[in-house]
């Protein structure tokens, strides 16, 4: 007998396998195996040597679900019985383990043997597709990033919240690429260092606050030379820094914008050889997006503090004309945030209501000072040139693009909840839910303090006249709110 066909004697398989050994089995350029009825290999090719890295003698005699892999030895066990019982099986992928341990695929057939119409055996030829698969796996993981990193890149550059995008960066690091910490560490350029901003397993308050200087471990290696760094075993690098006992591999990648570094992405795996050139293509990828997105948010802030600061000096131009109302936009403001705050209205909304609160009464610019500051009632004719001023607001602000919802705040701030507010009698959801808030916190603003005609009331008074005009004047679920806040204040 040839090395291929030792096995111990006499079986049913014998003059099979002596019958085409020769003839068919021996050159093939494909893995034959033969197994008996138990699942027992009774014959194996030379081309299993080049296939498995096994020696013919190591398997004759063994299961052969022992060169399965695991993930597939059910889907093995389920073919040798649908075999068994008769039924034809088209081809199948399967994946193997070789003799180092390694993961092999293999296209295979197979088809039962029969002595007398009695099934004895099973004959397998098994066609090697691993670096097919592996291809096809690769590429199908590239087209899968280059998806899921248009999708972060979408999302992140829309994003203006800066906290916000910080935990979204580290939401898609963490749960779609599976890494155990992630952490953003931004550089404070004039101090020279790194600060943890943002990481998805919080430190202690002494590790979170920690400042890590240019050049100072992984981290800040990559932040001073600009350069992404994979360390997949972190013991034996003598520049990483200990945060996370944990910790086995390290990836740092620069938040980068031009030549200008913003800060770093910084990924730990708590196993060793985690990492791959891959991961850090995509990180860097991402770190790119992400970059944008931070600086765009940076620009965003510092323009809507020039805003701030443009509408601050209105509201000062505006109150300059009657001491009497200085510093009630400001307070109005935080009235107005703090009952959006008990709503749970959007980041969007609280914006706009941080522009209004300041802005609602910019209208008065255009009144007289005589009128504004005027002791005695005042006469029809000058009520209803007071009630111009949100006219007027609207008009001197319209023409900013930025404060186009913000107008309609300040116009419907007198609109009353019953219908019989000015100046288009607007009534219940047709206000503006902004312009809602602003009507309580202005209402209360004004009864609590000294004006020209009269003295300010209790806060116990104001509330009960917001009570009595809550679902008249007032919305009652903004009262309510208000209430809400007046209490935890005191």
């Known amino acids: 007998m040839t090395k291929d066909n030792n096995r111990n004697a006499s079986h049913p398989l014998d003059n099979f396998i002596k019958l085409h050994h020769k003839s068919v089995f021996k050159n093939i350029a494909s893995a034959v195996v033969v197994v008996d009825t138990k699942g027992v290999i009774k014959y194996i090719n030379k081309y299993v ?12 005699g063994k299961r052969f679900l022992k060169i399965v892999a695991p993930a597939f030895r059910k889907k093995v066990s389920k073919v040798f019985k649908q075999l068994s019982n008769g039924k034809n099986i088209k081809p199948y992928e399967l994946g193997f383990i070789d003799k180092n341990g390694e993961i092999l695929y293999a296209k295979v057939s197979a088809a039962t043997l029969r002595e007398k119409g009695k099934v004895i055996g099973v004959l397998g030829f098994a066609t090697d597709i691993t670096e097919h698969k592996k291809d096809i796996e690769h590429l199908s993981k590239i087209i899968k990033e280059l998806s899921l990193l248009y999708n972060i890149g979408k999302e992140l550059t829309s994003t203006i919240n800066i906290d916000l995008l910080f935990s979204k960066i580290l939401i898609y690091l963490s749960e779609t ?7 953003i560490l931004m550089l404070d350029e004039k101090q020279k260092e790194l600060r943890i901003k943002a990481t998805t397993r919080p430190f202690t308050n002494r590790k979170q606050n920690k400042k890590i200087k240019l050049g100072e471990g992984i981290t800040g290696y990559v932040a001073k030379t600009g350069r992404p760094c994979l360390i997949n075993e972190v013991s034996k690098e003598k520049r990483y820094l200990l945060l996370d006992s944990r910790t086995k591999s390290e990836i740092t990648v620069p938040l980068k914008l031009g030549e200008k570094i913003l800060g770093v992405i910084n990924v730990e795996s708590y196993k060793a050889n985690a990492f ?13 997006q992400a970059a944008i997105a931070i600086e765009n948010s940076r620009l965003y802030k510092s323009l809507e503090e020039s805003y701030l600061d443009t509408i601050k000096a209105l509201v ?3 109150e300059a004309k009657d001491h009497y109302t200085r510093g009630h936009s400001e307070r109005v403001r935080k009235y107005a945030l703090r009952i959006a705050k008990v709503l749970k209205l959007s980041d969007r909304q609280m914006r706009e209501l941080n522009y209004a609160g300041y802005l609602h009464d910019i209208g008065k610019i ?20 007071i009630k111009k001023h949100p006219d007027i607001g609207n008009n001197i602000l319209k023409d900013v693009k930025h404060l186009t919802t913000t107008c309609e705040i300040i116009k419907s701030e007198h609109e009353r909840y019953d219908g019989n507010g000015y100046p288009n009698g607007l009534k219940k959801d047709q206000i503006p839910i902004g312009a809602r808030i602003i009507a309580v916190a202005d209402a209360y603003d004004a009864m609590t303090t000294d004006r020209p005609y ?12 917001l009570k009595k005009e809550s679902g008249k004047q007032f919305d009652p679920k ?8 007046i209490k935890n204040k005191k």
């Open 49 to 60: 040597e080049k296939f498995f890295h096994y020696h013919v003698e190591e398997l004759l």
């Open 316 to 318: 000062s131009a505006m």
């Open 366 to 385: 255009g009144i007289k000072d005589t009128i504004l500051s005027k002791v005695e009632p005042l006469t029809d004719a000058e009520f209803a040139l």
């Open 478 to 485: 903004v009262v309510k709110a208000f209430l809400k806040v």
């Open 177 to 183: 690429f599976g890494y155990e910490r992630v952490g």
């Open 276 to 288: 791959d050139k891959d991961d850090i293509r995509t990180l860097t990828l991402i770190a790119n």
């Open 454 to 465: 009269r003295k300010a009331i209790s806060t116990k008074k104001a509330i009960q006249i």
